[in-house]
């Protein structure tokens, strides 16, 4: 059954090329306001993924909604005017201005074009707009084909590999950019292998592998899942003469336990009694530390699958 709340509603789609399965038997829900990383290796099938919920592509088998129609199908032609794409390769006409460029893709998607201006203000090429596109940089043709995303404020945003090749501060104005849609209740899908950065941003991450998906879940979920090890850092106001098991040293001053999340609490607590106590931090894995270890434990469990066949 369709869940009719979801923005972008995936059942069981797959999508082959030949033999090979890019996108396999994937079901994925996406609701209003919600940012969710779309992770994996090159070839994972994360392009294929967004090119079904566009309509570009048509699956084998399953089903994609958007906004609540089939997203091949012709009554989901008003749901895609809602719909912000920004592709992984970016292809701008260099003869054009970024205005002109700006002004072409709000009349393909039957927009007026009089909030363009402060859109290319808005991701700050408001100075270069009547400036041929060829001779823009990397990191402006990536802000222009942001702008063209966001015409007409969608409710629902792919972007495929957005940050790639821009630097810091173009980083930052993206990622501000994605929360304000965030929050004016846009359905965000984004696509990227610099997780790390993202951390704050994303309520939801999906990972897929060799097109299935392999998780599914808001970072605490994973966290959960994962279980992987939490660190505690003390910083000491000089060397311990000896440490309890499981601490080491990791500076003059510094020592280090690695243990279970459920464990952490009690360990805080004992960590408080060492002798010149300066300082405690409390590190969890990351993004990408999960992401590592949702793609190591899916090949074992393949091969116990296989051998138990
Ligand atoms: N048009 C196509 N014809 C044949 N095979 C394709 C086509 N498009 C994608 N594939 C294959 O499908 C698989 C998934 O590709 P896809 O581009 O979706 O991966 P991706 O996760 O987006 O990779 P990347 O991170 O490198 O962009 C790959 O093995 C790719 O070679």
Redesign the pocket.
């Known amino acids: 059954m369709a869940d009719t709340a979801a923005t972008i509603d995936l059942r069981g789609v797959t999508?082959r090329?030949?033999r090979?399965r890019?996108?396999d038997g994937v079901s994925l829900q996406l609701h209003a306001g919600e940012c969710a990383i779309l992770a994996?290796?090159?070839?994972?099938?994360?392009?294929?993924?967004?090119?079904s919920i566009l309509g570009l592509i048509q699956p084998e088998e399953g089903t994609v909604r958007v906004l609540g129609e089939l997203a091949h199908s012709k009554a989901a032609a008003r749901a895609r005017r809602q719909l912000g794409y920004l592709p992984?390769t970016v292809a701008l006409h260099p003869s054009l201005t970024g205005s002109e460029t700006l002004d072409f893709y709000a009349r393909l998607k039957s927009l007026p074009t009089a909030g363009n201006r402060a859109l290319l203000e808005r991701v700050g090429i408001a100075d270069a707009a009547h400036k041929r596109v060829g001779g823009y940089s990397k990191g402006m043709r990536q802000r222009l084909a942001l702008a063209q995303a966001l015409l007409g404020t969608p409710r629902v945003l792919l972007l495929?590999?957005p940050t790639t090749g821009l630097d810091p501060a173009s980083r930052l104005l993206f990622y501000e950019i994605v929360g304000e849609l965030r929050a004016r209740g846009a359905a965000i899908l984004l696509?990227t292998?610099a997780l790390a950065e993202l951390e704050g941003l994303a309520d939801r991450v999906f990972v897929?592998q060799k097109?299935k998906k392999i998780a599914d879940g808001s970072l605490a979920d994973l966290r959960r899942q994962a279980d992987l090890p939490v660190r505690i850092r003390l910083t000491l106001a000089a060397p311990p003469a000896g440490l309890p098991t499981g601490w080491q040293h990791i500076g003059p001053q510094r020592i280090e336990l690695q243990c279970a999340n459920a464990d952490k609490i009690d360990h805080l607590r004992q960590a408080q009694d060492f002798a010149g106590l300066r300082d405690i931090e409390l590190e969890q894995p990351g993004l990408d530390e999960m992401y590592a270890h949702f793609l190591r434990r899916e090949p074992a469990a393949a091969t116990r699958q296989e051998q138990a066949a």
């Open positions: 999508k090329y030949g090979q890019a996108v994996g290796h090159n070839g994972a099938g994360k392009s294929t993924l967004m090119k992984e495929d590999e696509s292998h897929l097109g």
